[in-house]
T-cell receptor, first 110, second 114 residues
């Protein structure tokens, strides 16, 4: 059974801080790892990672995958209150289904 | 461009009642999915449809049925609702199989079963 563990489960920071969110996984025949941001409604897509060591960036957010050690990190630099959300990590294996972690609740205080 | 739409947004049912959650996408996507999200549990896949005319079970299919009515629409039916089915339900779609393409989510349906 595929498994995704995210840490920490929750995090409180001040505006301007840099945060690192972790995602470790066990999956049969890894295909990809995805990061989503969920505010009070539907998850919105951030990144899809398929290859080790290649950083994906979008503004202040970046993510990297380590397929040998079976984990990914999501970095957010110079955090803003608008970054407050639940960040979800999901993996896809041989069954072509997404398995989600429980998420990390990030709170950014002004 | 509406993306993925879901109806209703909210619903309250009594135990034993039935209902159908509707989902439609206007992005010409082949694959569609139903998830439920419970506090502290993340998103769990109920059923999915890799392409029009096919459906398959996900992680938590018991108590649910689905219909891929056409390429645009994928409905989720609760035949006899139970309090354990109180949850937020999300529909999603993607151009093709998960793992190659990202999934786009609808706004969700909050269901309460009393």
């Amino acid at each position: 059974e595929d498994k995704v563990v995210q840490s920490p489960l929750s995090l409180v920071v001040h505006e301007g801080d840099t945060v690192t969110l972790n995602c470790s996984y066990e999956v049969t025949n890894f295909r990809s790892l995805l990061w989503y941001k969920q505010e009070k409604k539907a998850p919105t897509f951030l990144f899809m990672l398929t290859s080790s060591g290649i950083e994906k960036k979008s503004g202040r957010l970046s993510s990297i995958l380590d397929k040998k050690e079976l984990f990914s990190i999501l970095n957010i630099t110079a955090t803003q209150t608008g970054d407050s959300a639940v960040y979800l990590c999901a993996v896809v294996g041989s069954n072509y289904k997404l398995t989600f972690g429980k998420g990390t609740l990030l709170t950014v205080n002004p | 461009n509406a993306g993925v739409t879901q109806t209703p947004k909210f619903q309250v049912l009594k135990t034993g009642q039935s209902m159908t959650l509707q989902c439609a996408q206007d992005m010409n996507h082949n694959s569609m999915y139903w998830y439920r999200q419970d506090p502290g549990m993340g998103l769990r896949l109920i059923y999915y449809s890799a392409s029009e005319g096919t459906t398959d079970k996900g992680e938590v299919p018991n108590g649910y049925n689905v219909s891929r009515l056409n390429k645009r629409e994928f409905s989720l039916r609760l035949e006899s609702a139970a309090p354990s089915q109180t949850s937020v339900y999300f529909c999603a779609s993607s151009p093709g199989q998960a793992g190659t393409y990202e999934q786009y989510f609808g706004p969700g349906t909050r269901l309460t079963v009393t």
